[in-house]
């Protein structure tokens, strides 16, 4: 069973920065897709950022698009860089896998596999 643990989370003033890390028990994360979801109160899980299998495509939501960075090592570790926070990025934060079988990235929460516990993200005004 693919185990994926999430750390980094916290308190942040608006404008300040995050860095979330994902590690998956696997010797090797690059047969898997990656991806960072997240879920506010009273809200649906929502897409953030996904990898394909060696990180050479990429993609955001439009939120996320040019204030977060989605990174992956050659080994088993994800990360979530995330800039300019706003108040509405206040949500817990989930990694995700799903084996890989093309290039692809996926944005769609069904489509993986595997999840971590989440790790919650505060940014205050």
């Known amino acids: 069973q693919v185990q994926l643990v999430e750390s980094g989370g916290g308190l942040v003033q608006a404008g300040g920065s995050l860095r979330l890390s994902c590690l998956v028990s696997?010797?090797?994360?690059?047969?898997?897709?990656m991806g960072w979801f997240r879920q506010a109160p009273g809200k649906e899980r929502e897409f953030v950022a996904a990898s394909s299998w060696n990180g050479g495509s990429t993609g955001y939501s439009e939120f996320a698009k040019g204030r977060f960075t989605i990174s992956r090592d050659v080994w088993n570790t994800v990360d979530l860089q995330m800039n300019s926070l706003k108040p509405e990025d206040t949500a817990v934060y989930y990694c995700?896998?799903?084996?890989?079988?093309?290039?692809?990235?996926?944005?769609?929460?069904?489509?993986?596999?595997?999840w971590g516990q989440g790790t919650q993200v505060t940014v205050s005004s």
């Open positions: 995700a896998a799903k084996r890989a079988y093309n290039s692809r990235w996926y944005n769609v929460s069904a489509e993986y596999s595997y």
């Open positions: 696997e010797h090797t994360i690059s047969t898997y897709v």
